[in-house]
C-alpha cells in the first residue's frame, strides 16, 4: 500500500490529542478532560447567543403547549368538534412504537452491520410503498397527495438501490470496521437519547392535539411551528448523540485512548450545545442545497441553453457550503471544541490532502440512516393510520403524516451512532493515514473509485467531484 505522510498542519492537534492519551498501564481509567481550543472573542459570543436561544426556545416551547393544551381542550369540551381519546391514543402509541423500532434498528446494527445495511437498502422501498398505498386508500385528498408522493419515492428509492448496488460490499466492510468496537455503554447511553426524544416529542404532540382543538385562525400557524421546532430539536438530540459518539471513536482511532462516555457526553453539554444547535439547522440547509445544485448539474449536462446557465453556479455555490457547513465537522467540534464553520472547513481539507473527496462522495452511510428512519416512519404511519382508520376515518391522514415524521426523527436518534463512528474513522484516517490501525480497506477504494471513474468517463469529460472542485474555483474567483 502506497504510504503518505500526515500533513503539518495537524500537528498541533495531535499534541492535544496526546495530552489526553491514557496511560497502557491503566487503560480502564477515564482520560483526562480534552483541553480545548478557545476560540475568537466573536465566535464565543455567538456561540453563547445560541446556546441562551435554545434555552428561551425550551421555555417558550412549553409555554406554548401548554396554553394550547389548556385553552383547546376546554374549547373540545363545548363545541364536541374535537375527540381527544380518538386523536391523541393512535399518535401517542405510535411515537412509542417509534422508539421501539429505532432501538431495535439500533441494536441490529451492532450484531450485524451486513445485514442491518442490506435490509435498510431493500427493505425501505416497500416500507415506503405500503405507506403510499395506505394514504391512497384512505381516500382524502390529503391522503391521495401523501400516497402519491411516497410512491414515487419509493420507485426511486428502488432506482437508487440499484443504481448503488456495487458500492455496498465496501460501505459493508466500512461500517463493520468502524462499529466493530463501540465506546463502551453506547447502548445505554443511546438508549436514554431515544426515550428523551420520545418524551419531548409526546409532549410536542400533545400541544398539536390542543392546536386543532382550539381551532383559531393561526392553527395551521401553530401546527407547522410545532411541527418545524419538533424536527428540529430532534435533530439537536441526534447530533448530540453523534458529537458524543465521535469524539469517544476519534480519541480511540486517533491516538488509541478512551473516555467514559458520560464524561463525554458533560464536556459536549458545557462546550458545543450553542455550535451544535447551529450545526442542527445550517447543515440540513446546506445538503438541500448541494443536492439541489448536482441534480441540476446533473439534468443540464454540457448544455449551454439559457434554462441551465445558473447550474454552474449553483454547483460552485454548493461546493463552497459543503466546505463551510458538513456533517464530518462535527467530529472536530467535540474533539477540538471548534465552531461548526471552522471545524467544516478543517475536515474538509484534511480530506483533500489524504484524496478522500472521491470516497466521501460515494458513502453510503447517511443513505443507510436515512433509509432506516424511512422505514421507522413508514411503519409507524401505518400503525397510527390503521388504528385511526378504524376508530375515526377523519384524523386518519393526519396522524399518520404526524407518525411518519416522528418516526423518522427518532429512527435518526437511534442510528446517529454508527453514523458517527463511520464519521470519526473518515476524520481521523484523513489526518493519519499511516496509522497501522488502519487496513487497506479505504485505500483500496480509493484505487477502485479512481479506476472506475477513468473507465466510464470520456476522455474529455470530468468527473463530477472534479466538476465540483472546478464549479467552486470558479465562483470562489467570481466572489473576489
Given at each position: ?128 410503498l405500503a405507506s403510499g398505498v395506505f394514504f391512497v386508500i384512505v381516500g ?251 376508530i375515526h376515518k377523519n384524523y386518519a391522514t393526519e396522524l399518520a403524516i404526524?407518525?411518519?415524521l416522528i418516526g423518522y426523527f427518532l429512527c435518526r436518534i437511534a442510528m ?65
Open positions: 500500500m502506497e504510504t503518505r505522510t500526515p500533513p503539518n498542519v495537524l500537528q498541533n492537534q495531535s499534541l492535544q490529542v496526546q495530552q489526553i492519551r491514557v496511560s497502557s498501564s491503566t487503560p480502564n481509567k477515564v482520560q483526562e478532560p480534552i483541553r480545548l481550543n478557545e476560540p475568537a472573542v466573536g465566535w464565543r459570543i455567538f456561540r453563547r447567543l445560541s446556546h441562551i436561544i435554545l434555552v428561551v426556545h425550551l421555555w417558550l416551547v412549553a409555554v406554548l403547549v401548554i396554553y394550547l393544551t389548556v385553552r383547546g381542550l376546554q374549547a373540545a369540551s363545548k363545541t364536541h368538534h374535537f375527540h381527544p381519546r380518538k386523536w391523541y391514543p393512535p399518535l401517542l402509541a405510535s411515537t412509542g412504537s417509534s422508539g421501539i423500532i429505532g432501538f431495535s434498528w439500533q441494536a441490529f446494527t451492532g450484531c450485524s452491520p451486513s445485514m442491518a445495511l442490506k435490509t435498510a437498502f431493500w427493505f425501505s422501498p416497500v416500507l415506503s382524502s385528498r390529503g391522503g391521495l397527495a401523501a400516497g402519491v408522493i411516497l410512491i414515487v419515492c419509493s420507485l426511486i428509492l428502488s432506482v437508487y438501490v440499484c443504481w448503488i448496488n456495487h458500492r455496498l460490499n465496501y460501505a459493508i466492510r466500512l461500517l463493520s470496521l468502524s462499529t466493530k468496537y463501540p465506546p463502551k455503554n453506547t447502548s445505554i447511553f443511546v438508549f436514554g437519547s431515544i426515550i428523551i426524544g420520545i418524551l419531548y416529542a409526546s409532549f410536542l404532540v400533545i400541544g398539536i392535539g390542543g392546536a386543532i382543538a382550539l381551532r383559531s385562525d393561526f392553527t395551521a400557524l401553530f401546527v407547522a411551528a410545532i411541527l418545524l421546532i419538533l424536527s428540529w430539536s430532534l435533530q439537536v438530540i441526534k447530533n448530540i448523540v453523534q458529537v458524543t459518539i465521535s469524539c469517544i471513536k476519534y480519541l480511540n482511532l486517533a491516538e488509541g485512548s478512551e473516555k467514559d462516555i458520560g464524561a463525554a457526553f458533560h464536556d459536549i453539554i458545557k462546550n458545543s450545545v450553542g455550535t451544535i444547535s447551529l450545526g442542527s439547522a445550517i447543515i440540513p440547509l446546506f445538503s438541500f442545497i448541494q443536492g439541489s445544485a448536482r441534480s441540476m448539474r446533473l439534468v443540464a449536462g454540457d448544455s449551454d441553453e439559457f434554462l441551465f446557465s445558473c447550474a454552474n453556479c449553483c454547483s460552485g455555490l454548493a461546493s463552497l457550503l459543503r466546505s463551510h457547513g458538513n456533517r464530518w465537522g462535527f467530529v472536530h467540534v467535540g474533539v477540538f471544541n471548534k465552531g461548526i464553520v471552522q471545524a467544516s472547513y478543517d475536515t474538509w481539507e484534511a480530506f483533500k490532502r489524504a484524496e478522500l473527496e472521491i470516497v466521501i462522495h460515494s458513502d453510503l452511510t447517511v443513505s443507510f440512516c436515512v433509509l432506516c428512519g424511512v422505514s421507522s416512519g413508514a411503519i409507524c404511519s401505518i400503525i397510527s393510520g390503521i388504528w385511526t382508520l378504524v404526524y407518525a411518519f446517529a451512532w454508527p453514523q458517527a463512528c463511520v464519521s470519526a474513522y473518515y476524520v481521523a484516517y484523513a489526518e493519519n493515514p499511516q496509522n497501522p490501525r488502519y487496513d487497506s480497506t479505504v485505500p483500496d477504494q480509493i484505487q477502485r473509485l479512481q479506476r472506475r471513474s477513468q473507465f466510464n468517463q470520456p476522455q474529455n469529460l470530468k468527473t463530477s467531484e472534479e466538476a465540483d472542485l472546478d464549479h467552486s474555483s470558479s465562483f470562489s474567483k467570481r466572489l473576489a
